[in-house]
């Protein structure tokens, strides 16, 4: 039998299935299948052949229509396919029937999904949500998969008692070890936290890059950053999030993150195990909402990552804009004449050739223009260390050493300000000769 954590190594060509009905359109369905074969591509197989199947309603033993299955199992046969791809949700029922019928292994979207992050995922915590997904999909499809579970469960996780099938010692396994990853999610979110409330403490802000999967977000936080990251052009190439510091236009720095991208259908458990993950997002000062713009379906990509934000809580943070790739439209094409448009604010860019990265810097300084001040201080000559921080945390517009101290003209993040005013010179503060010695601000993790 298939296994969804132990893909056969026969598995080699699919068959994909879209099954549609109204309200959806033909050409909606057609672009979804086509997605479909780009994620089956990035596990590796190979798309023999595809079929779109318009029904009136979702039927309940094989979704579709039993005279329709028996030509698609006809078609998986003549084409040599060894494993039948759906891009819509499959019951765990529907997989057992369609099994039964066709003696090949069906498997779903979702299935795919999860197979190409288990694959991807590189730290702890990412495997850890992985698993925690894969766990939660395959406990109700375990009469599928027991035979390879059994051989899961060692010696140490508890015999079979008497009159306990083998299946409800598997689903008594898979509700333990589901148990045990979330415990061990909470110890990484309580990390997660830890670390969170240190970020807080310092004044530096935070962006984050987001936006549908292979739109460019990695190769951006390398251009900006020169960050040593994973750039390919597969989907979900990115899973764990990467942080770099940047220094804006004036010398404001900023902490921008590259999160995992979306896709359309995502598994909803996939929203709520990558919860940690996604949380750099909710988290950030503002967001970078990348889109590749030689995508012809780009207006339900970004209807994908909205609603995807919007299931996050994070509709309502502060979001610039921006289109990538422009390199690859034709200068006659009228592609970026519409969405200018159609979004009159936002940037066009291309990470390959350097194209509007420099606006987009600007863009960003704009953003935080409301969070820093521009204030004057006089630092006494052994608080070196304010004077560090305010090179980490701000810009330096001038130092002018002198008898009373260092007098020091700079833009600072407004967290900065209370830790500071015993400096200021500017607006009746006290003199740095009159001010009391304080402790520089935390600047951990910056």
């Given at each position: 039998?298939?296994?969804?954590?132990?893909?056969?190594?026969?598995?080699?060509?699919a068959?994909?299935?879209?099954a549609?009905?109204?309200?959806?359109?033909v050409?909606?369905?057609?672009?979804?299948?086509d997605?479909?074969?780009?994620?089956v591509?990035?596990?590796?197989l190979?798309?023999a052949?595809?079929v779109?199947?318009?029904i009136?309603?979702?039927?309940?033993?094989?979704?579709?229509?039993?005279g329709?299955a028996?030509e698609?199992?006809?078609?998986?046969?003549?084409?040599?396919?060894?494993?039948?791809?759906?891009?819509?949700?499959?019951?765990?029922?529907?997989q057992?029937k369609?099994?039964?019928?066709?003696?090949?292994a069906?498997?779903?979207?979702?299935?795919?999904?999860?197979?190409i992050?288990n694959g991807?995922a590189?730290?702890?915590?990412?495997?850890?949500?992985?698993?925690?997904?894969?766990?939660?999909y395959s406990?109700?499809?375990?009469a599928?998969l027991?035979?390879?579970?059994?051989?899961?469960q060692?010696?140490?996780?508890?015999?079979k008692?008497?009159?306990?099938s083998?299946?409800?010692i598997?689903r008594?396994l898979v509700r333990?070890?589901i148990?045990?990853v979330?415990?061990?999610?909470?110890?990484?979110?309580?990390?997660?936290?830890?670390?969170?409330?240190?970020?807080?403490?310092?004044?530096?802000?935070h962006a984050?890059?987001?936006?549908?999967?292979n739109?460019g977000?990695?190769s951006?936080?390398?251009?900006l950053?020169?960050?040593?990251v994973l750039?390919?052009?597969?989907?979900?190439?990115?899973?764990?999030?990467?942080?770099?510091?940047?220094?804006?236009?004036g010398g404001?720095?900023?902490l921008?993150?590259d999160?995992?991208?979306?896709v359309?259908?995502?598994?909803?458990r996939l929203?709520?195990?990558?919860?940690?993950?996604?949380?750099?997002?909710?988290?950030?000062d503002?967001?970078?909402?990348?889109?590749?713009?030689s995508?012809?379906e780009i207006?339900?990509?970004h209807r994908?990552?909205?609603?995807?934000?919007?299931?996050?809580?994070?509709q309502?943070k502060r979001i610039?804009?921006?289109?990538?790739?422009i390199?690859?439209l034709?200068?006659d094409?009228?592609?970026l004449t519409?969405?200018?448009?159609?979004f009159?604010?936002a940037?066009?860019i291309?990470?390959?050739?350097?194209?509007?990265?420099?606006?987009?810097?600007?863009?960003?300084?704009?953003?935080?223009a409301?969070?820093?001040?521009s204030?004057?201080l006089?630092?006494?000559p052994?608080?070196?260390?304010?004077?560090?921080?305010?090179?980490?945390?701000?810009?330096?517009?001038?130092t002018e050493?002198?008898?009373a101290?260092v007098h020091?003209?700079?833009?600072?993040?407004?967290?900065l300000?209370?830790s500071?005013?015993?400096?200021?010179?500017?607006?009746?503060a006290?003199t740095a000769a009159?001010?009391?010695?304080?402790?520089?601000p935390?600047?951990?993790?910056?």
């Amino acid at each position: 039998m298939f296994d969804v954590r132990e893909k056969p190594k026969s598995v080699t060509r699919a068959l994909l299935v879209g099954a549609w009905w109204k309200p959806q359109t033909v050409e909606e369905a057609r672009s979804l299948l086509d997605e479909l074969a780009e994620l089956v591509d990035t596990l590796g197989l190979t798309v023999a052949s595809d079929v779109l199947a318009k029904i009136e309603r979702p039927q309940a033993a094989y979704l579709i229509g039993s005279g329709k299955a028996e030509e698609i199992v006809t078609q998986a046969k003549a084409t040599e396919c060894d494993v039948i791809i759906f891009d819509n949700e499959l019951t765990p029922g529907q997989q057992r029937k369609w099994e039964e019928l066709s003696g090949l292994a069906v498997i779903d979207r979702e299935e795919v999904i999860l197979d190409i992050f288990n694959g991807r995922a590189r730290t702890n915590e990412a495997r850890l949500q992985v698993e925690l997904a894969r766990m939660e999909y395959s406990l109700p499809r375990l009469a599928r998969l027991w035979g390879h579970l059994s051989r899961q469960q060692g010696g140490g996780l508890g015999g079979k008692g008497e009159g306990e099938s083998q299946l409800e010692i598997d689903r008594r396994l898979v509700r333990r070890r589901i148990d045990n990853v979330k415990a061990e999610l909470v110890e990484v979110r309580n990390r997660r936290a830890t670390q969170r409330k240190q970020r807080e403490r310092t004044p530096v802000p935070h962006a984050a890059i987001v936006g549908y999967t292979n739109a460019g977000k990695s190769s951006l936080l390398k251009k900006l950053t020169g960050a040593d990251v994973l750039v390919e052009d597969k989907l979900f190439a990115t899973l764990d999030p990467t942080t770099r510091r940047i220094d804006l236009p004036g010398g404001q720095p900023l902490l921008l993150t590259d999160t995992v991208g979306f896709v359309r259908k995502l598994p909803h458990r996939l929203i709520e195990a990558f919860k940690a993950t996604l949380e750099e997002a909710l988290l950030s000062d503002f967001l970078v909402h990348l889109l590749d713009a030689s995508q012809p379906e780009i207006f339900a990509f970004h209807r994908t990552t909205m609603d995807v934000l919007a299931e996050l809580g994070a509709q309502e943070k502060r979001i610039l804009t921006v289109f990538n790739k422009i390199d690859l439209l034709a200068p006659d094409d009228g592609t970026l004449t519409g969405l200018r448009r159609h979004f009159p604010d936002a940037l066009f860019i291309s990470t390959r050739t350097g194209a509007g990265l420099e606006e987009l810097l600007g863009r960003m300084a704009d953003q935080l223009a409301s969070r820093i001040e521009s204030v004057e201080l006089l630092l006494p000559p052994d608080r070196g260390d304010v004077l560090g921080s305010l090179h980490r945390t701000g810009q330096v517009l001038s130092t002018e050493y002198t008898d009373a101290g260092v007098h020091v003209r700079a833009t600072v993040p407004l967290k900065l300000l209370g830790s500071l005013a015993p400096y200021r010179v500017d607006g009746g503060a006290p003199t740095a000769a009159e001010a009391p010695v304080v402790a520089s601000p935390s600047l951990s993790g910056v």
